[in-house]
Antibody
Framework: QVQLVESGGGLVKPGGSLKLSCAAS????????MCWIRQAPGKGLEWVSYISGSSDFTNYADSVKGRFTVSRDNAKNSLYLQMTSLRAEDTAVYYC????????WGQGTLVTVSS | FVLTQPHSVSESPGKTVTISCTRSSGNIAGHHVQWYQQRPGSSPTTVIY?????PSGVPDRFSGSIDSSSNSASLTISGLRAEDEADYYCQSYHSSKQIFGGGTKLTVL
């Protein structure tokens, strides 16, 4: 069965960096676009980024463009999100999802940006 | 553009409830709409995809529709059960980016 397992979250100071990972299993990973979606505490869902199966195409929400970088390693069935220049408003649970249409979600990993 | 949902709705068990999702600009029918259910403490799951399609395992009490005249999508849940109490989010696309509605908290009284 399809499984997505995020890791790498934690507490980081404003201006710091963090790299999230998502381990995928149960499907042909390289055949699918993948996304990152986040949810601030007590708030709604916000799409962050997507990457195509071959890494040819990426896209970002305006709120993270220039600070976050999405990447993948199809040999390792893994998706990544490199986050830099982190701000308090980046505090959220970060989910990886399978595209199209987010048919599978991971359990999420919490990123807290605070001094 | 934005997708606007009511903040909350409530209804009694066994009844039917409809949650709306109104697109502020652009044609609602121009891009597929998905609906996600999120129970407290859990990740979202898809209950409707491509406007009106139900994933396997989602009961047929859940249905989706599009209304071009109001430029909105709707999620209808019939025969409400206590387990349907959750937050529901609509999602669509604009300029290759995903956009989510603000979410609707469904309370089953």
């Amino acid at each position: 069965q399809v499984q997505l397992v995020e890791s790498g979250g934690g507490l980081v100071k404003p201006g710091g960096s963090l790299k999230l990972s998502c381990a995928a299993s149960g499907f042909s990973f390289g055949d699918y676009y993948m996304c990152w979606i986040r949810q601030a505490p007590g708030k709604g869902l916000e799409w962050v980024s997507y990457i195509s199966g071959s890494s040819d195409f990426t896209n970002y929400a305006d709120s993270v463009k220039g600070r976050f970088t999405v990447s993948r390693d199809n040999a390792k069935n893994s998706l990544y999100l490199q986050m830099t220049s982190l701000r308090a408003e980046d505090t959220a649970v970060y989910y990886c999802t399978r595209d199209p249409e987010n048919d599978y979600w991971g359990q999420g990993t919490l990123v807290t940006v605070s001094s | 553009f934005v997708l606007t949902q009511p903040h909350s709705v409530s209804e009694s068990p066994g009844k039917t409830v409809t949650i709306s999702c109104t697109r502020s600009s652009g044609n609602i029918a121009g891009h597929h709409v998905q609906w996600y259910q999120q129970r407290p403490g859990s990740s979202p799951t898809t209950v409707i995809y491509e406007d009106d399609q139900r994933p396997s395992g989602v009961p047929d009490r859940f249905s989706g529709s599009i209304d071009s005249s109001s430029n909105s999508a709707s999620l209808t849940i019939s025969g409400l059960r206590a387990e349907d109490e959750a937050d529901y989010y609509c999602q669509s696309y604009h300029s290759s980016k995903q956009i989510f509605g603000g979410g609707t908290k469904l309370t089953v009284l």
